[in-house]
């Protein structure tokens, strides 16, 4: 990790140079009476990583500063898949942020960390303590397959299983014992109508720094007028979340 290299992407969504349908544009269009035309909100996000960098610790790896002007999924989409380990993006705060989560959540095939608006790190933090969310799904055995490298650095790993203790995602720990990841299981049965928000507590109650878990089981439609356990965690977060689909 040593020479790796880290990019910040800010993605310019100009309604002038868009190539999108007539409501797309119309709708960019209006974003600039509440946030600013494309070019003063690109200003405003390169004054921020200025300032951000300007703070960082000496040790700390550069960030390279790189524009694309063009539509907001398709170029998250294109440059997350070209990255090697992982996409970190902030929870979306406007039309932008929703797009560029929903493209790396939804179309990169890359494991994504979502870091809550509020969410502010700790001195030398480096997500020591982690929990893993256990659910018979695809997406839970990849998210743990993508986060190995994080559960091997960490000093404490909690599984965390919400249901009962002959439930077949019982079956993910397996994939810790294989990669010698030492961790406490931690299963309890359901008690919350909200499982998303009944997992953040287990998090929380583990010390847990950081939360591994998959991501849109269901399709986000479905999640949105049924409710699901994705939707709820974006929701309520407050730590950050590695998600993988």
């Known amino acids: 990790m040593g020479d790796c290299t880290i990019e910040a992407l800010n993605v310019v969504v100009d309604p002038g140079l868009l190539v999108a349908a007539s409501e797309e544009v ?26 951000w960098t300007a703070g960082a610790a000496q040790d700390a790896p550069p960030v390279a500063w790189r524009t694309i002007v063009g539509d907001e999924q398709v170029v998250v989409t294109q440059e997350a898949n070209n990255a090697d380990l992982l996409v970190v993006i902030a929870h979306e705060r406007n039309m932008d942020g929703g797009d560029a989560l ?10 994504v960390l979502i870091v809550p608006v509020s969410w502010k790190p700790q001195p030398g933090q480096s997500f020591s303590r982690v929990a893993a969310g256990l659910s018979d799904s695809d997406a839970a055995r990849r998210a743990i397959e993508a986060a190995t490298l994080w559960l091997e650095g960490a000093t404490d790993v909690t599984a965390i299983r919400i249901g009962d203790a002959g439930d077949p995602a019982l079956k993910l ?17 359901r008690s919350h109508e909200n499982l998303g928000q009944q997992l953040l507590t287990e998090a929380h109650l583990a010390g847990a720094d950081m939360l591994v878990t998959g991501a849109y089981r269901h399709n986000q439609l479905i999640e949105w007028f049924a409710g699901g356990t994705t939707r709820h965690l974006l929701a309520k977060a407050d730590i950050p979340l590695l998600m993988v689909r």
Not at 176 to 185: E, F, P, T, V, Y
């Open 26 to 51: 119309d709708m960019q269009r209006l974003r600039e009476h509440w946030e600013g035309t494309a070019s003063e909100r690109s200003a405003a996000c390169h004054t921020a990583f200025v300032a």
């Open 102 to 111: 929903h493209a790396a959540l939804f179309d990169s095939q890359k494991p």
């Open 173 to 189: 720990e397996a994939l810790l014992d294989d990669a010698g990841i030492a961790h406490q299981l931690h299963v309890v049965p």
